[in-house]
């Protein structure tokens, strides 16, 4: 047959645009993209009737922790690779980057990433790459970065915050310095650690043990502060960034500040930041500390407004899921793992830090229906895919040159409004902090390089462990210094 696959009837979203087009796959790639009805005479191995639903690339994650050695002070992360690439599927993302965590005990980058290779190989479900978080960038670690970008890892993340990762500024130069070399995307975790650290003393002073505490111990000024010194910091290095999980609107309103300027600031919202709040950290008994994750879910419904608007004007480049779970009730590692005969409410500085949602991250915004289709497009899959060198490769639906990974949504009026619950879901994570959540949409079909990886209403997940393929990415399409050449110090 001429094709593998053909996709009629669709309504396909790019990130520019909404256009009835037919699409027709061979050999893993996007062979056409054609007007409705361009395709009827061709043939292929199998025709998928899209009945008038959204076309779309498939979801680049590009916030994801599987796996994890204890970093963060806490237990390993729930999903492994296996089970995280198949919650990932199952709702409709079809790459994703997750970390290569390199301890601050370490000195070498390159072990970190090797011993990351072995946990992913022949596990996935789905397409991905990795970030490297640099733990301590020591000469040896920062010399290893030409390698890391000729093994096609363009990124790294780093940490403001946390004991066991935390940086202080001449370290981040440091790393800012040959990052910007190397042509490598720096990730920082915004949030000033000592802040932190007091805030949480004072409240333990106070008997203060409950999870609703997290949020009083991360106040927004700690993520504020460290946003703007993050910015200033790059600004002089002529190197970009990206800001991580940004929570609190003072932080985008810096982020905005410094882009209507000029500089290369990117930033990256979540889904908690869209749909949570303080009040679901305060919830009867233990339960709030499904809801703990740092930064924290803010003030109020506002906060949510102001960080949708982020989204629709610009200031977030990208919506990643930042999946990092910790199963509640698990006695060893678990967020109930800081409960005990003494705490009954456990004590907020122990609960691990983190919540799954790689699965419900495209549902929810769309169900949500504050974006523009395109918009949409854009933060969950194309601008991932340019800010991370994987696009037009992944994040894009391009004749010739992107591979076939592709979500297929139901059209209007074909699925009734349902309640997430967390049995629905493909993770090893025994809750959602989206429970109860009214949903409108899911993906009904999703491709990954051609295969039918999921068919929602026929077998549900389809894909196999082991398809999914480590993914070379090579520099930002986005992310540069605004000069050429080497850095030189000013004088
Ligand atoms: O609470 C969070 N976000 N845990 C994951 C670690 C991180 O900082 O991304
Ligand atoms: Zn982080
Ligand atoms: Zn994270
Ligand atoms: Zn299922």
Request: glycine share 4%; net charge neutral.
């Given at each position: 047959t001429q094709y593998d696959l053909i996709i009629t009837n669709g309504v396909v979203v790019s990130d520019t645009e909404v256009q009835e087009w037919d699409i027709a796959v061979k050999d893993e790639k996007i062979a056409k993209v054609v007007r409705r009805g361009g395709l009827k005479d061709a043939k292929a191995g199998k025709t998928i009737d899209a009945e008038g639903g959204y076309v779309m690339p498939g979801g680049v994650d590009a916030h994801v922790h599987l796996q994890e050695p204890p970093l963060f002070g806490k237990g390993s992360t729930a999903d492994n690779y296996e089970t995280g690439s198949r919650s990932a599927v199952c709702g409709g993302t079809t790459?994703?980057?997750?970390?290569?965590?390199?301890?601050?005990?370490?000195?070498?980058?390159?072990?970190?990433?090797?011993?990351?290779?072995?946990?992913?190989?022949?596990?996935?479900?789905?397409?991905?790459?990795?970030?490297?978080?640099?733990?301590?960038?020591?000469?040896?670690?920062?010399?290893?970065?030409?390698?890391?970008?000729?093994?096609?890892?363009s990124s790294l993340k780093i940490y403001m915050t946390y004991a066991a990762l935390q940086l202080h500024d001449g370290q981040i130069l440091d790393i800012l310095f040959e990052a910007r070399k190397?042509?490598?995307?720096?990730?920082?975790?915004?949030?000033?650690?000592?802040?932190?650290?007091?805030?949480?003393?004072?409240?333990?002073?106070?008997?203060?043990?409950?999870?609703?505490?997290?949020?009083?111990?991360?106040?927004?000024?700690?993520?504020?502060?460290?946003?703007?010194?993050?910015?200033?910091?790059?600004?002089?290095?002529?190197?970009?960034?990206?800001?991580?999980?940004?929570?609190?609107?003072?932080?985008a309103a810096h982020i905005k500040a410094a882009q209507d300027r000029g500089l290369p600031i990117y930033a990256e919202t979540c889904p908690q930041y869209l749909f949570l709040t303080k009040q679901d950290l305060d919830q009867p008994g233990f339960a709030g500390s499904k809801c703990v994750c740092s930064p924290p879910p803010r003030e109020s419904a506002a906060d949510c407004d102001a960080i949708w608007d982020g989204l629709a004007n610009g200031t977030f480049t990208i919506l990643s899921s930042d999946h990092c779970p910790f199963?509640?009730?698990?006695?060893?590692?678990?967020?109930?793992?800081?409960?005990?005969?003494?705490?009954?409410?456990?004590?907020?500085?122990?609960?691990?830090?983190?919540?799954?949602?790689?699965?419900?991250?495209?549902?929810?915004?769309?169900?949500?229906?504050?974006?523009?289709?395109?918009?949409?497009?854009?933060?969950?899959?194309a601008n991932p895919a340019k800010l991370y060198g994987l696009y037009p490769r992944k994040g894009a639906l391009v004749e010739g040159v992107s591979d076939a990974d592709i979500n297929i949504w139901y059209p209007e009026g074909k699925m009734v409004e349902f309640e997430l619950r967390n049995e629905m879901l493909h993770h090893d994570v025994d809750y959602s902090p989206f429970e109860?959540?009214?949903?409108?949409?899911?993906?009904?079909?999703?491709?990954?390089?051609?295969?039918?990886?999921?068919d929602r209403e026929n077998g549900g997940l389809l894909g196999e462990k082991g398809y999914g393929r480590f993914v070379k990415r090579g520099s930002s399409s986005l992310a540069k210094p605004s000069k050429e050449g080497e850095w030189v110090l000013p004088l």
């Open positions: 790459t994703m980057v997750t970390f290569a965590p390199q301890k601050k005990t370490e000195d070498t980058l390159l072990d970190t990433l090797a011993a990351t290779h072995e946990r992913a190989e022949d596990n996935c479900y789905i397409d991905y790459s990795f970030h490297i978080i640099v733990g301590n960038p020591s000469e040896k670690a920062l010399s290893e970065f030409k390698t890391l970008r000729e093994e096609g890892i190397q042509g490598i995307t720096t990730m920082i975790h915004a949030e000033n650690g000592q802040v932190i650290d007091w805030m949480t003393a004072q409240l333990e002073k106070q008997k203060l043990f409950a999870p609703k505490y997290h949020a009083s111990s991360h106040p927004p000024m700690a993520e504020t502060e460290a946003t703007y010194r993050a910015i200033s910091l790059s600004e002089f290095m002529d190197t970009p960034i990206l800001i991580v999980h940004v929570s609190t609107p003072a932080a199963r509640y009730d698990d006695a060893a590692l678990g967020k109930k793992s800081s409960v005990s005969a003494e705490y009954p409410l456990g004590r907020f500085k122990y609960i691990p830090n983190g919540c799954p949602g790689i699965e419900t991250r495209l549902a929810l915004t769309l169900s949500a229906n504050r974006l523009p289709l395109p918009k949409f497009v854009q933060v969950t899959s109860g959540r009214k949903l409108k949409q899911w993906p009904r079909y999703t491709v990954l390089r051609g295969k039918l990886v999921w």
